[in-house]
């Protein structure tokens, strides 16, 4: 059985439509650990799960695949606020991003910071921020994994052919729902992330991780 760090975020439906669609039985066989991104990347720290999504800060010297969340634009999901510097605790590597960005506010990630953008909020995109200095995508996080080589490894070729932004409608209506965001807003944030660790998003990766070495 293969334990899997799961993190609910909108940026991952593709990934888990993939897994719903061509790997049921991974589903019906799999134990999912839930959790914000900085936890899931301490379960995986602890070997407490076998593969997940980990924070590229925290990918470092780890057996990765060639799946990630990357933005080659703006990706309004990962955001630095207008006020007083305060880190997101669901957050590793945005908070990251931040420090060595130099920029001060407060660091929101994920579905809620989603949702502030549209509602019309202030705040640096930390994705374009970071291309407007390097000229290079962001690689916000990478599949990673200690064991199940074979399976991971199968999972990744198959879901880099087959996989697709388009969510059947009563998984979109259910997670629209549950984050009070439009059905179509949902989708046109899915259409600004990419998947695939080409060579370019790979060098962007080095870039990052060798810029926040000593962090």
Avoid: H
């Avoid at 997940?52 to 990918?59: A, E, L, R, V, W």
């Avoid at 634009?73 to 990962?78: D, L, R």
């Avoid at 991003?97 to 640096?124: F, H, N, P, S």
């Avoid at 996080?141 to 932004?165: A, G, H, N, P, V």
Wanted: aromatic content about 12%.
């Amino acid at each position: 059985m293969i334990i899997f760090g799961r993190i609910d975020y909108l940026n991952l439906l593709p990934f888990y439509i993939f897994l719903k669609r061509f790997y049921p039985r991974v589903l019906q066989c799999a134990n999912f650990k839930k959790g914000a991104p900085s936890e899931i990347n301490r379960l995986y720290k602890r070997r407490k799960i076998d593969a997940g999504f980990i924070s590229s800060i925290k990918s470092r010297r780890q057996k990765g695949t060639k799946l990630g969340v990357i933005a080659r634009s703006a990706v309004t999901s990962v955001l630095v606020l207008e006020g007083d510097f305060a880190e997101d605790s669901e957050s590793d590597t945005s908070n990251a991003l931040a420090r060595l960005l130099g920029l001060k506010g407060r660091v929101a990630i994920g579905d809620k910071a989603l949702k502030l953008y549209l509602d019309g909020a202030k705040a640096v995109d930390l994705a374009l921020e970071w291309q407007a200095r390097y000229k290079m995508p962001f690689v916000f996080s990478r599949l990673c994994y200690t064991s199940q080589d074979r399976q991971i490894r199968k999972m990744e070729r198959l879901f880099l052919r087959r996989f697709t932004r388009r969510a059947p409608s009563y998984i979109l209506l259910k997670w629209a729902s549950e984050r009070r965001i439009e059905p179509q807003a949902i989708k046109e944030y899915l259409n600004k992330l990419e998947y695939r660790l080409d060579l370019r998003a790979a060098r962007a990766l080095n870039k990052f991780l060798f810029l926040t070495r000593r962090q």
